[in-house]
């Protein structure tokens, strides 16, 4: 890691993350005409976004930075793959088996599926012997998350955090980074055995949401467990929930998975075929 990279993980510990959070959220639903359109076409030139590729392409037709950031897609915009899919654009920083319960972070980095899924040793059994996948997205990448595979949905956990930045710097240097920050744990069922989604709250992320109850995240700073009696079946494909701004995935599998021979980092689109199940023992090492 180079000198300024370092500096910049350092300086996260001692920042307000959640105020800094809610003051970006409070611009960014902003419906003030010059306001809003200033800060989308500046987003746009900064990253490069290509609305080419938007339902609605013009910037100046959304109500404010975060109906923009959330933008829907063309429906051919994103075909579907074989296997388990990519649940959104981004980069395919880490993938592989869990190692004794534990996920690759970075680089000589590991953290445990326990602390990841809030601190619930009987549910990380589950995904003991399995493989995981996590998914960073940058600030120019599409923001809504998509199933990999059909499942129906069993339990939704709230776990409080910080909200450090989960780009590729502050990945290589912050222990536990996923399992540090504020994030929404989603346990589903499918006939290929139970899978996770964990959408990872960030910097500057002012809000989680799924498609079954709506915005989440902000919540008390305490873990909030809801169990789903009334199934709640998601296709694979179909939308299960978004950020409002940039934040990672991370997909972990009951049975493990052969993935396709991605190197670390790889840039994926939603609906990209990532894998499938096998029986494949492989173990990639951090």
Wanted: hydrophobic share 40%; proline share 7%.
């Amino acid at each position: 890691m180079t000198l300024p990279q370092k500096v910049f993980s350092l300086i996260q510990y001692p920042l307000p993350h959640h105020a800094i959070s809610r003051l970006t959220g409070y611009f960014a639903r902003s419906e003030v005409p010059w306001l809003k359109n200033a800060l989308i076409k500046t987003f746009i030139k900064r990253f490069n976004v290509d609305m080419s590729q938007a339902l609605e392409p013009d910037p100046t037709a959304y109500a404010n930075f975060n109906a923009f950031f959330t933008r829907v897609l063309k429906a051919d915009a994103r075909p579907l793959g074989e296997g388990i899919l990519s649940p959104t654009d981004g980069s395919l920083s880490r993938h592989g088996r869990l190692v004794k319960g534990q996920l690759v972070q970075a680089k000589g980095h590991l953290y445990s599926a326990q602390s990841l899924l809030g601190g619930d040793a009987t549910l990380a059994d589950e995904f003991m012997n399995g493989s995981f996948a996590t998914v960073y997205l940058s600030p120019r990448d599409y923001h809504r998350v998509h199933m990999p595979m059909t499942g129906t949905l069993r339990e939704m956990i709230y776990v409080p955090g910080r909200i450090f930045s989960v780009n590729k710097a502050t990945a290589s240097y912050v222990p536990n980074l996923f399992a540090r920050n504020e994030r929404l744990v989603c346990i589903f069922d499918s006939p290929h055995g139970s899978f996770a989604m964990v959408l990872v709250g960030a910097m500057v992320v002012a809000a989680i949401e799924t498609v079954w109850s709506g915005q989440v995240t902000p919540l008390a700073g305490v873990p909030q467990r809801t169990r789903f009696d009334e199934p709640i079946t998601l296709e694979r494909g179909e939308e299960m929930g978004l950020f409002k701004l940039g934040s990672t995935v991370v997909m972990c599998f009951a049975n493990p998975v052969t993935f396709e021979d991605y190197p670390p980092e790889t840039m994926v689109s939603m609906g990209q075929t990532l894998g499938d199940f096998s029986l494949n023992l492989d173990v990639v090492q951090p």
